[in-house]
Structure formats: C-alpha cells, structure tokens
C-alpha cells in the first residue's frame, strides 16, 4: 500500500514538474519569437551608391493587404486591377513565412526576408514595434534628395523611420471608412509631381479576411470590389505616360481567414507594374524580395543595403548603360550583405563562381547559416535520442497490464482532439489560425477538456476502472495522463531538437513554432484536468462498493 503511495505521489510530481516547464516554455518561446532581431541589427550593411535619376515622374504603391491572388485574378470582382494588368508586367509573387504584415511591409520595402530585414516577425502591439534599422526605399529615397509620402495604417509610422517622409497621413482603423481616409489624404498627392513615391496602403480587404468571414464569405468580395473601385480612383489620378503605377499584397488568407503561417493562400500574392518605363507582358514567378530592388531602379537610389533579392530589370525599359550600372550596384550590395552577415553569424562559406551574383551570394549565406545551425543541432539531438531511449527502457520494464490502457486513452484523445480541431472546425495547422494567442490558448483548453473528459470515461468504462480500489483508480487515470504527455511531448522535443528552447540568432520555421506551442498549450491542461480526474476517479469508485468475487467465479475455482 506504501508502495503504491509512493508511485502515486511520483506521477503527481511528475505531471506538476511537466506542466510547470511546459507553462515557462510556451510563453518563453512566443516572447523570443516576438523579440526576434536579425544577426544584422546591430551591424546593417551601409548603402551603396546611387543608381542615377528616376526613370519616370512619380512612382505610386498601391499595397493592398490580404489581397490573395486568386481573387486578384477574378475579373468580376476586381475589373481594374485586371485591366491594368493587362497593359502592364504582371507576375505571382511568392513570400515566406511568418505571412504577417509587418514582416510583410518589411520585406517589400527593404528586400530583404524576415530572417535578415530586423522587421517584426509577428505584428506587435503598436507601442512595441521598431523602426526599421535596416536600409529601405524610403530611407534610400530620402538619401537621393527624392519627396516621398505614405498613407495608410499607423503601423507605418512606427516602422518608417520619421526623417525618411515628406508627408504622411495615418489611421488606426482597418475597414472601409478607414480606407476613405486613406484615399481623402493620398489623391492630392497624386497630382502634385513634386512627390516621387507615394505608398497608399489599403486594409478593409484584410478586416474582411479577420472579420467578416474570411475568402469564403460574400462580405470578401465586396470588400475586393470597393477595394478595386479605390484602384480606379488612383489610376485615373495618374499619366501612366509618366507615372508609374505598382500593385501588390503582404500576404493572401486562408479560407477560414487569417495569415502568418506557410500556408499555400497566404504565401502568394499578385504583383502587377503599369506606366512609364514598364515593359507590358506575362512575367514568371518572383520573389517578394525581388520587389524593393525593382522600386529603387525605378527611383534611380541605391539598392537597399540588406536586400536579397533581383531587379526585374526585364520588366523594365532601360538602356544598356542603366543595366550595367544595376548589374555593379548588385554586386557591391551582395557582397557587402555577405560579409556583414558572416561575421555577424562567426560563420563563412566559400562563395562559389556563376553568372546570377544574387544567386551566389545568397547560397552562400544560406551556408554560413546552416553550418552554425549544425554545430547547434547535434547536441540537441543527442539528448533528445537520450531521453526516448529511456522512456523506452522504462515502458519495458513496467510491462503493465494497464499500459495498454493507458495508450489507448493516449490515441483516444489525440483523435478526438485532432477531429474538433481539424474536421469540425477546420482550423489550420499553422499560426495562421490564431488571430491573438489568447484565442488558441482559449480554444486549446475547451478542446482539451473535450477530448480528455471523453477519451478517461471511455477507456475508464472499458477498464472497469470504477470496480476498483481509490488507489488504483487515481494510479489508472494518472497514467492514461501521463501517457497522453508521451505523445504530446514529441512535437516539442521535434522542435527543441531542431530549433533549441527559445528563439536565437536564426528564425524558425513558423509552423514548427506553432505546433510546439499548442502542444506545451495542451500539456499544462491535460495535467490540471488530468488530476482533477484522478481524484474524481478515487471519489467514484468510494461511492460504488468494491464487490465480492461472483458465485460463478468461486465455484470454478472449488471445481
């Protein structure tokens, strides 16, 4: 009976220890996450020289957020953008993950990737987010002498850094009277040729996409009808004789909506150029950092210093002399990028010869990464084989008759989990399912409770687990818990093996991320719940009397 005491009050400690680093390690990792800076934040590469004088009067950026690209390419819902495409040079665009928008705004004016620009990784809260400490157009812009303005979401006025604007005009509202304001405080600019890059953000699409039911809901294309009349509005605003006029997106939504994992919507976007100096046609997929590079040839500044990406320089009509200057700029920058982001990392890969310098440059930084990545992981590694041999030899020994139990319990509430979760509600196993983390941690505790109150009373019922002692049955119910933890703690251990406990020096993939932190989510709730079943299980069975052995059973045993 000691005995049994003794073991009880072990998988006690163990659950609590289990729930205690599962609590500090999910909320250490989405802090780290959030905290993440670039290698290159505290040594940017400097700025190159600049290219020469714009190739046209005005540059205007339409960024469009949330704008997937299938319902860019719908000619019922969006006519203009699709009449400008069709005397313009259009292409799809794919980004990387995190697909939000201030790692999104990021990208498409630095030219550089989440890892690399020092952008947020996710959108902070307004009072938290940085200026951009990496070179940009804007900054670029400002350099060249050239008039710039944007408005747009206040998110801008946090991220640009304030002596790189003209003008600005900014609104903490997301839907259409938002975006009236907008185009109210943009359109005059249009028409004044001192301006030489106007960014006008346009959000309600993307309200739609969080609030209004997603791209599925009716509400999403009326949003990308109005959306589309505003295009008309600034297209008829501009001589695209002489302007130049660029459309595009952050990020795309999911069906359900939302964005910031790696999903297929969110990852791909339209890019379509119309005006002065654009070359019309068909073009094939590009890089979202290929966007930045693409507007400082067009402003005629230097190419922002972090960028990794090309100029479309085929989308464009420029002389000889122009593509040779770009060509020179390209290979300054890489370079410059290359040995910044080496030492910074104390990692070097040999820059292997070939005819695209992008391409060189970038494998070998892609390298230099994964070499340091190596080094870390194998350790990592070592342990975690470590830890599953031993609860490998420890499964051996117990060899109890409850173990399959247990296991069953295990599966059991892992399907039912994985059937609210993925069938019933049709979330997405990615971060583009949590609009706010308290909403997952929300919905992980329902779920939770769901799917270990069901998969207890099941395999409790099969078990006969309520005709036994209140020893055993808290001894039961404590290890279908703990063999639940088994299986929820292999995603984490997945994750610690290949990315460490917190965010570093390098970013993660984003749905490894996620998947680790709802299991850390579900373990510290399977503990609460799990011991509030182990004593009710004992409460249960000291309401039902432990009956004698039957007649039947006695008299086979006199026989």
């Known amino acids: 009976m000691i005995r049994k005491f003794y073991r009880i009050a072990l998988m006690i400690l163990l659950c609590l220890m289990l729930a205690a680093s599962a609590g500090s390690w999910a909320f250490g990792l989405m802090d780290s996450f959030y905290a993440y800076r670039s290698p290159l934040h505290d040594s940017p590469p400097k700025a190159g020289e600049r290219l020469g004088a714009a190739l046209n009067r005005q540059t205007v950026f339409v960024l469009i957020d949330g704008l997937r690209l299938d319902t860019s390419l719908d000619l019922e819902v969006m006519p203009t953008l699709n009449a400008l495409r069709q005397r313009g040079a259009w292409a799809t665009v794919h980004s990387k993950a995190p697909s939000y928008s201030q790692p999104g705004y990021t990208v498409l004016m630095s030219g550089a990737w989440p890892d690399i620009s020092d952008g947020p990784t996710i959108n902070a809260a307004y009072e938290h987010i940085p200026f951009w400490t990496q070179d940009n157009i804007f900054s670029a812009a400002q350099r060249a002498g050239l008039k710039t303005a944007v408005s747009g979401y206040y998110w801008f006025g946090k991220l640009i850094p304030p002596e790189a604007l003209d003008e600005s005009f900014y609104t903490p509202s997301e839907d259409h009277a938002a975006d009236l304001d907008v185009m109210e405080a943009a359109l005059p600019w249009l028409s004044d040729a001192s301006y030489d890059f106007v960014l006008i953000h346009i959000d309600q699409l993307d309200y739609a996409g969080h609030y209004e039911g997603g791209p599925l809901d009716p509400r999403w294309g009326a949003a990308a009808r109005r959306v589309d009349d505003m295009l008309r509005e600034i297209a008829d605003s501009l001589d695209l004789s002489k302007d ?316």
């Open 244 to 559: 130049t006029l660029i459309v595009t997106s952050d990020h795309g939504h999911i069906d359900q909506g939302g964005h910031g994992g790696s999903d297929h919507h969110t990852l791909l976007e339209p890019f379509v150029m119309a005006g002065a100096s654009v070359r019309p046609g068909a073009y094939p997929d590009l890089q979202m950092v290929d966007i930045a590079p693409t507007i400082a040839a067009l402003l005629g500044t230097n190419i922002p210093a972090a960028n990794q990406g090309h100029v479309m320089s085929e989308m464009l009509v420029i002389s000889p002399v122009y593509e040779q200057k770009i060509q020179a700029a390209i290979d300054y920058q890489q370079a410059q990028l290359l040995d910044n982001y080496q030492k910074a990392i104390g990692y070097e890969a040999a820059l292997l010869p070939g005819d695209d310098p992008v391409e060189m440059h970038q494998d070998a930084l892609n390298k230099a990464r994964d070499s340091r990545l190596r080094t870390e992981r194998w350790p990592r590694f070592s342990l975690v084989l470590v830890l599953l041999l031993c609860a490998m030899i420890i499964l051996r020994q117990a060899r109890s008759k409850n173990l399959i139990w247990h296991f069953a319990a295990a599966g059991l509430y892992y399907l039912i989990f994985n059937l609210r979760y993925g069938l019933i509600d049709q979330r997405a196993y990615s971060i583009s399912s949590m609009l706010y983390p308290e909403d997952l941690i929300i919905y992980t505790t329902n779920t939770t409770i769901i799917a270990l109150s069901a998969a207890w009373l099941a395999t409790a019922f099969m078990e006969g687990m309520f005709r036994k002692t209140a020893i055993q049955a808290a001894e039961s119910t404590l290890g279908k818990t703990l063999a639940i933890l088994s299986l929820l703690v292999l995603p984490v251990l997945w994750h610690y093996a290949w990315y460490g406990v917190l965010v570093g020096w390098s970013l993660p993939d984003i749905n490894s991320i996620y998947l680790a932190f709802l299991a850390l989510v579900q373990i510290i709730f399977v503990v609460i719940f799990g011991l509030f079943f182990s004593g009710l299980a004992a409460f249960i069975t000291r309401l039902i009397p432990v009956g004698k052995m039957p007649a039947k059973s006695k008299t086979r045993k006199n026989r």
